[in-house]
Nanobody, 117 residues
Framework: QVQLVESGGGLVQAGGSLRLSCAAS????????MGWYRQAPGKQRELVAD???????SYRDVVKGRFTISRDNAKNTVYLQMNSLKAEDTAVYYC???????????WGQGTQVTVSS
């Protein structure tokens, strides 16, 4: 069973930065895509950023220029660097991985990010 473990969330003031980490229990190249989602209270979970096995990256428009997704293949870890944080970035952030041939995505347990204004 694949495990994804997030870390790095916390409380930060608006304008501050946080870096989230997602450590996988297997090679991140076994995933077609790895990404970060977030869910704010009363809202649907939404994709924030993702990176394909080939290294193609995409971002949600509202985080472009502020967030950066990256990976460390040797550590089987994907990161989300979040700068210039805003109150509306407050949410639980989840790591996601899609494995070829597996109809069920792998999810981490989530890490809370709270941005105070």
């Amino acid at each position: 069973q694949v495990q994804l473990v997030e870390s790095g969330g916390g409380l930060v003031q608006a304008g501050g930065s946080l870096r989230l980490s997602c450590a996988a229990s297997r090679s991140i190249f076994s995933f077609n895509v790895m990404g970060w989602y977030r869910q704010a209270p009363g809202k649907q979970r939404e994709l924030v950023a993702d990176i394909t096995r080939a290294g193609i990256i995409s971002y949600r428009d509202v985080v472009k220029g502020r967030f950066t997704i990256s990976r460390d293949n040797a550590k089987n870890t994907v990161y989300l660097q979040m700068n210039s944080l805003k109150a509306e970035d407050t949410a639980v952030y989840y790591c996601n991985g899609k494995i070829p041939g597996n109809p069920v995505d792998s999810w981490g347990q989530g890490t809370q990010v709270t941005v105070s204004s």
